[in-house]
């Protein structure tokens, strides 16, 4: 006869809803990664809502509210042109519930930017950090003052980047950043936001008619522009008729032309009777340099635009195909704002 064996505590099967020994309970892990969520978003907005201002102005005889953010202790703020359009003095308040009296010192409709000065000084400031470095996917906060509830926070991804987006003022600004967080009229203007609280964007635009389809304007656009706004009231900049988006470069492409770079800017679209379209460039044309300087991205050609001679011709070289291409291109102004409109 077998010996009766004892049953101790230690010795019964674990309940099958029970982890097993040594595992987490998931129910734990979905707790913390939230919590996680959550302490990341709360540390962005309790460092950026201090810097994000409502901005009100009087447009075509009506009050017009957007947002704002401050980058420097002494006043000047980012903001979209779009919200300031047509008024050379604005009213800020600010997120202790301050208003102030703000001058617009510059606009640049085109990539549907705008600084604004506010009359105070030693005041909390944003970082601006590098949209170059964005990936979809990852963490996006924006703040600002949708319908005048001012200090409104909402969070989402970076949905896709290189898009073309036609501003509110009409022109196509290239390379925008598609994101999910939640934008509403009165966001226009204020910060979007990674998750080391460094801006890197300018909310600007939402579709009316989707849900999480939302744009901002890169930042890296906004600091190669600030100089000449700052300096100048505003841009000025060559002008190439083209859009465009970045590319990878296939690498036997590379490595053939004997290139260095990884990436160029397809072209996507050429405007008729422009300088790109005299200098013979086409749609699905890749942009390597401009002015014998290497173009890697959409930035890259926006901030040499602003660099090289207008009325000056510019060498750019092009990938066609399997054929490297050289042309001469004469870069013309920009159209003033007022004449482009009619």
Not at 152 to 161: D, E, F, K, N, Y
Request: net charge negative; with cysteine; hydrophobic share 40%.
């Amino acid at each position: 006869m077998s010996p009766i064996r004892t049953l101790h505590l230690s010795d019964e099967t674990p309940e099958a809803d029970s982890p097993p020994p040594g595992s987490r309970d998931p129910l734990a892990d979905e707790a913390e990664a939230l919590d996680a969520f959550s302490r990341v978003v709360i540390r962005v907005a309790e460092t950026l809502m201090p810097t994000v201002v409502n901005i009100r102005a009087k447009q075509n005889g009506r009050g017009g509210s957007g947002s704002g953010v401050l980058f420097t202790p002494d006043g000047f703020l980012l903001t979209n042109h779009h919200v300031i359009q047509g008024n050379p003095q604005v009213r800020v308040r600010l997120n202790d519930g301050r208003e102030l009296g703000g001058r617009v010192v510059g606009a640049d409709p085109w990539t549907d930017l705008a600084v604004v000065q506010a009359d105070s000084a030693s005041l909390p400031y944003a970082t601006l950090g590098d949209s170059s470095q964005l990936r979809v996917g990852q963490l996006a906060v924006a703040i600002g003052s949708p319908f005048g509830f001012d200090s409104t926070v909402t969070a989402g991804v970076v949905s896709a980047l290189g898009r073309t987006l036609r501003s509110i003022t009409g022109h196509l600004v290239d390379d925008v950043i598609q994101t999910d967080a939640a934008l509403n009229p009165g966001n226009s203007g204020g910060p979007l936001v990674d998750s080391r609280g460094r801006v890197i964007g300018i909310n600007t635009a939402i579709i009316q008619s989707a849900q999480g389809i939302c744009f901002a304007i890169p930042i890296n656009a906004a600091k190669h522009i600030l100089p000449q706004l700052m300096q100048h009231g505003r841009v000025v900049r060559g002008y190439l008729g083209l859009h465009g988006h970045n590319v990878p470069i296939a690498r036997p492409l590379a490595r053939f032309f004997g290139l260095t770079q990884a990436t160029g800017v397809e072209v996507v679209a050429v405007e008729p009777k422009g300088p790109a379209d005299q200098a013979g460039i086409e749609p699905e044309d890749l942009i390597v340099s401009l002015g014998d300087q290497e173009v890697t991205s959409v930035d890259d050609l926006h901030k040499l635009l602003t660099q090289l001679p207008v009325g000056v011709p510019s060498s750019v070289v092009i990938l066609r195909g399997q054929r490297r291409l050289q042309r001469f291109v004469l870069p013309e102004e920009y159209p003033h704002w007022d004449s482009a409109r009619q």
